[in-house]
């Protein structure tokens, strides 16, 4: 019955994420059609019924009309501010003209800036919202899967330097995300697959009863199934708000929040080898270092060869990528683990690896040898 009562939820009245911070609390709301009813629920939220909004080209054609509609519905005021699409908007250069631009329209402290897209957008406008007039109130309408489960909790903002991804940046919370549901029907199915690899993540780091409840409908949420995909966002932010709300700022000495990194130490030499051109989305990245992880896991004789041929037959199943057989090239194992090497992730000259016990079972280690990590991308098809 319960099941019934969310599922219905869903349509009539959003999913409700509670995140509660040492000194912030904020829900994230899961449903359809949040987007046109916008004005609503800011409404009662917003300091004074004046908003900005920073989308990108793609989202602004496909969302930003219902959002603007919605916000003028309660009397909202709202400006558009438009980056172009992709990575690079989360430069300096891009972040500088954009506050340079939002200051000459005209700004107060009690201006409300809403990020409206995927996760470049919210990085952005996160960061645009803790450092102009040193913060302002942010709300976030996350449009990407990936966003949705995965960024719009938790807090982090922020922008690329020339020496990596996201090494500039803030902890800055919103006072609410929207996570609508139908926004999602516009998406790519490789996006859906890219943001689909993070709930399967947060399944294999500590909740079985989710991963098993992805080997039940993942081909659904794949196909964009908006039921599904409210589920599957409601199951993942509630995980990730869990993680968060214990190691808010990844300063836990163990685990923690450093879990979430599951599958990223590999996932991130295979995009940097790919130089972050569009050819590996994130995701997918993090879909290989899934199998990845759970494949080393299983060479440390951690982890029963019965799960990593679990995760493969249903990441296989669904067409995801589960190995380096994904790509037409074959790649150095030792280039990837001189990139593993560069990773911010490396302290004291150690990599810090999270494995797995078993599915729904992470923890970290700093005892893996590299050799042992040569032998796993060998097998895998370096
Ligand atoms: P993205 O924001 O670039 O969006 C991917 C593509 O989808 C873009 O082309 C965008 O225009 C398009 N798009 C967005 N919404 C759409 C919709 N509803 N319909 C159709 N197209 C749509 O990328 P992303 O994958 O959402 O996010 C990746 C970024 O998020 C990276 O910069 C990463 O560093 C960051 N990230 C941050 C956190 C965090 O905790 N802050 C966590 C994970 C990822
Ligand atoms: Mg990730």
Not at 116 to 130: E, I, K, N, P, T
Not at 294 to 305: D, F, H, I, Q, R
Not at 350 to 368: K, N, P, W, Y
Request: charge should be negative; glycine fraction near 10%; include cysteine.
């Amino acid at each position: 019955a319960q099941r019934i009562i969310e599922a219905l939820d869903t349509y009539d009245h959003p999913l409700r994420v509670p995140v509660t911070l040492e000194s912030h609390r904020y829900e994230v709301l899961i449903g359809s059609d949040l987007i046109s009813r916008a004005g609503a629920y800011l409404a009662p939220i917003l300091p004074r019924k004046n908003a900005v909004v920073i989308t990108d080209e793609t989202v602004a054609t496909l969302h930003l009309p219902r959002l603007m509609a919605g916000l003028a519905e309660t009397g909202i005021q709202a400006t558009p501010f438009v980056v172009p699409v992709g990575e690079e908007s989360k430069s300096l250069t891009r972040y500088a003209a954009l506050i340079n631009d939002i200051l000459d329209h005209g700004m107060e402290r009690r201006t409300t800036v809403i990020g409206l897209g995927g996760g470049v957008v919210g990085d952005l406008s996160g960061f645009v919202a803790a450092s102009i007039l040193r913060g302002v109130p942010f709300v976030q309408i996350p449009t990407t899967l990936l966003s949705q489960v995965d960024s719009s909790v938790g807090g982090k903002t922020g922008l690329n330097a020339r020496a990596g991804k996201n090494l500039i940046g803030a902890f800055y919370q919103p006072q609410i995300v929207l996570a609508d549901s139908s926004a999602l029907a516009t998406l790519s199915r490789r996006e859906r697959v890219a943001g689909y690899a993070e709930i399967v993540k947060a399944g294999l780091i500590a909740d079985p009863a989710l991963f098993k409840w992805c080997e039940a409908h993942g081909a659904e949420i794949l196909d964009g199934d908006p039921a599904a995909l409210a589920e599957a966002v409601n199951r993942a932010c509630r995980f990730k708000a869990k993680v968060v709300m214990e190691d808010e700022k990844e300063t836990a000495a163990q685990d923690g929040r450093a879990l979430l990194n599951l599958g990223h130490s590999f996932g991130h030499a295979l995009e940097a080898h790919f130089r972050y051109d569009g050819r590996l989305l994130h995701g997918e990245a993090v879909s290989i270092g899934l199998h990845l992880a759970a494949a080393l896991s299983v060479k440390l004789g951690y982890c029963p060869e019965e799960d990593l041929r679990r995760l493969d037959a249903h990441l296989r199943a669904l067409g995801m990528p589960a190995g380096l057989d994904w790509f037409d090239e074959t790649l150095s194992a030792d280039a990837l683990i001189r990139s593993m090497a560069r990773d911010k992730k490396v302290s004291d000259g150690r990599l810090s690896f999270v494995l797995m016990r078993g599915i729904g079972e992470a923890f970290t280690s700093r005892d893996v040898e590299m050799d042992t990590v040569r032998d796993v991308l060998v097998e895998a098809g370096c």
